[in-house]
């Protein structure tokens, strides 16, 4: 899927992006600030890098108005959401997604130690210490120290990316359900 002309061993936008559709992914909330500063973005690219010490990566587009909150406040949290808050994916991956009070407010006004508001209903949320932020080409690999982690004891199914929808999973050896599929941007 390289562009015609393209020198060896290059692939466009398109051609990773086709790929990489293929690679089912967990949807989470990056969140970061407290109060009237505080906002989310969704995000698919959450990998965990370390156990010891606990360190989880995320990588930001360079020009995300998150990255100021992330390297001013140096605290920020993650909700890994479950396959029933399609909206919340939706509202935090819009260009004019809600900030402050209103994000607060939007995500279940759910603040832990940190004051990071965290989505109420994830099925698990994970509160970080910036540790480093490395750029990337056009990205920022967002290094947190895991500081709290926390599960929901109301076990949910998760909510995943692939070819472009949100759906979830199942475990093996559960009979199929029609899932209900919705169509994701990007």
Avoid at 80 to 100: H, S, Y
Avoid at 108 to 135: M, N, Y
Wanted: charged share 15%; glycine share 10%; hydrophobic share 45%.
């Amino acid at each position: 899927m390289s562009p015609p002309g393209a020198a060896p061993g290059t692939v466009g936008t398109e051609g990773l992006r086709a790929c990489m559709r293929l690679f089912p992914t967990g949807v989470a909330l990056l969140t970061a600030g407290s109060g009237e500063s505080a906002t989310g973005m969704s995000v698919n690219s959450v990998i965990s890098v370390s156990l010891t010490p606990p360190l989880v990566l995320v990588s930001v587009h360079h020009a995300a108005r998150i990255n100021r909150r992330l390297l001013d406040d140096r605290v920020f949290a993650l909700s890994f959401l479950t396959a029933e808050q399609t909206g919340l994916t939706r509202t935090f991956a819009a260009a004019d997604r809600p900030v402050g009070a209103m994000a607060v407010n939007v995500l279940g006004g759910v603040l832990k130690d940190s004051g990071v508001p965290f989505a109420a209903g994830a099925s698990a949320t994970i509160e970080c210490v910036l540790q480093r932020a490395v750029p990337v080409e056009d990205h920022v690999l967002v290094i947190g120290r895991v500081t709290a982690a926390r599960l929901n004891p109301v076990l949910a199914p998760p909510q995943v990316s692939y070819q472009g929808t949100f759906t979830t999973v199942r475990q093996a050896g559960q009979p199929e359900k029609p899932e209900k599929k919705e169509h994701a941007d990007g």
